[in-house]
């Protein structure tokens, strides 16, 4: 069985439509991280896509939590406050209804679990080692599958102990990067954004995940930005949203 591992959509129907080009054939089954909307300019035809994929799981983000009213948005900066806001007038009723009973993470699938954050926090940000060290803890099986920091990437404790940190790099544009999973370690994967990536490469980023064989495979695709940013700029969402989009920051 493989699995297709999309996470931080973010209303960027684009980016989730050349993910999906890429992907096809790669996987049988989907699942979903959280942040299907927040910032982007499609938050009801990205939630309407990603129902037709019908995911095995999706656990809530905290700008899914923000944008059907469950949050108050009041924790983020102005300009996420303001795309929430602006998300949760535009949310057609049933798709409010769907956000609104998304679970929280972590769900386990088999062999392994998807949270948002962490799984000591579903809104906790993962960028330090000593950080993934408290949540790989707790963990009772080996693929914890993470979204919420939009890098690519993730963390491994190895059997000894060591942690180590998960670098993915896609030199000169190179589209996939492997990931062979060793026995006896635990790991926090995270597939990174598809619809606002922050780790310096504006490409949509996505995963693919075959427990028979112990392999991730991470993916970077391109995608229109300029059409994403035109429709942000039409709606009205803060300048500093589209521009990002353009540096992968």
Known sequence: MRYLILSDIHSNLEALEAVLGQAQARYEQVVCLGDVVGYGPNPNEVIDRLQELKPVA????????????IDSAE???AAARQAALWTREQLRAENLSYLRQ???GPIRLNTFQIVHGSLRDEDEYLF??????????LAEISFTFCGHTHFQGGFALKESGRMEILRVSH???????????????????????IGQPRDGDAR??????????QQVEYWRVPYDVRATQA???????????AVRLSFGR
């Open 75 to 77: 924790e983020f900066n």
């Open 102 to 104: 998304l679970p929280s």
């Open 231 to 241: 429709k942000m700029r039409a709606a009205g969402l803060p300048e500093s949203l």
């Open 128 to 137: 330090q080692p000593r950080e993934a060290y408290e949540s790989l803890k």
């Open 204 to 213: 949509a980023a996505f995963a693919c995940f075959d427990p028979d064989r």
């Open 58 to 69: 999706t656990v809530r983000g905290n700008h899914d939590k923000a944008s059907c009213g």
């Open 171 to 193: 030199a000169r544009g190179v589209a996939m990067a492997e990931l062979k999973l060793e026995a006896g370690a635990r790991y926090l994967i995270n597939p990174g954004s």
